[in-house]
C-alpha cells in the first residue's frame, strides 16, 4: 500500500442516521471528526513522521467518555447513539434509494479468488457457508487503502431474496495502517462473541436499511441490506451473514 497519513478513524454510528438527526448538531460532529484528522496529519508533518504499511493498524473500543472530544460533541453523540438502540430510526422519504436506483449504481465487474489474492494483502473472506453463498453476486470494486491495483480492502454487491441489495465490505486495517476506533456504547450486538454496532432504518415508502458493522483481528467487516421487506427479517439474515463469514 502507498504511505498513508497516521490520520484516526472513528466509526461512530451509520451515515443515514445525520438525516434524521439535528443538522447543525451532526455538522458539529463532522467538524470535529475533520479537525481531529487534520490534527493527526500536521502532528505527522512535524515530526517527519509517516504511516506506512509496515506499521501495523490498530482498532480499539473506547467509552464515551475518553473520546478525544469537546462536551458538546460527546453530548450529541450520547444523543445519537440513544436514537440508535432505541430501535427504528425513521428516515426522511428519499434518503434510501429504491432498488432500482440502487441497482443502477452498483459496479458489474467480477474477479475469481485468484485474480484477489493478487491485488489484496490477504484473501477475501469467504462467504460460502453464510446466505450470501448462494446469493446472486452483482458486482465488487476495490475500497480502502488504494495503491494501483492493489487495495487493502473490497467492496462485493448482493442480490438477496427477501432482502434486497446486501454490501459486504471488508477492509485489512493492519495491512493498511489505519488506526479505527469505536465508541463502546454505540456497540449493541455481537458476532462470533466481538463487539458489533447494529442499526435499523426505515422510511415513509415502505423502504428500510439495514447496517452491521464489526472488527476481526485484522480485518473490519460491514454489512449493508436495502429492500422494502421486513426490516426485522432482513436483520436477522444480516446477522446470520456475519456470523458464517470465514477469514
Do not use: C
Request: glycine content about 8%; aromatic content about 2%; proline content about 5%.
Amino acid at each position: 500500500m502507498k504511505s498513508l497519513p497516521a490520520i484516526s478513524m472513528l466509526i461512530v454510528l451509520s451515515s443515514t442516521t445525520a438525516h434524521a438527526s439535528d443538522t447543525n448538531a451532526t455538522d458539529g460532529i463532522g467538524r470535529w471528526l475533520h479537525e481531529r484528522a487534520l490534527q493527526a496529519a500536521v502532528e505527522d508533518s512535524s515530526t517527519g513522521r509517516l504511516r506506512t504499511a509496515t506499521e501495523s493498524g490498530t482498532y480499539r473500543v473506547l467509552p464515551l467518555n475518553l473520546l478525544d472530544a469537546p462536551e458538546e460533541v460527546k453530548t450529541q453523540l450520547r444523543i445519537e447513539i440513544e436514537r440508535v438502540r432505541s430501535g427504528l430510526v425513521q428516515l426522511p422519504d428519499g434518503v434510501i434509494p429504491t432498488q432500482q436506483a440502487l441497482l443502477a449504481s452498483l459496479p458489474r465487474t467480477r474477479r475469481s479468488d485468484a485474480e484477489l489474492r493478487q491485488r489484496l494483502p490477504s484473501p477475501p473472506s469467504n462467504l460460502q457457508a453464510s446466505p450470501l453463498g448462494a446469493a446472486e453476486l452483482i458486482g465488487m470494486e476495490p475500497s480502502g487503502a488504494l495503491d494501483g491495483i492493489r487495495s487493502s480492502g473490497l467492496t462485493r454487491y448482493y442480490r438477496l431474496d427477501g432482502v434486497g441489495i446486501v454490501e459486504f465490505s471488508e477492509d485489512n486495517f493492519r495491512a493498511a495502517g489505519a488506526r479505527i476506533e469505536v465508541i463502546e456504547e454505540a456497540q449493541n450486538v455481537t458476532v462470533n462473541g466481538l463487539p458489533a454496532q447494529l442499526q435499523l432504518s426505515i422510511d415513509g415508502q415502505g423502504r428500510n436499511r439495514v447496517e452491521l458493522s464489526w472488527a476481526t483481528a485484522e480485518k473490519s467487516h460491514s454489512l449493508i441490506a436495502t429492500g422494502e421487506g421486513d426490516v426485522n427479517h432482513s436483520a436477522r439474515l444480516i446477522q446470520a451473514i456475519a456470523a458464517n463469514v470465514i477469514d
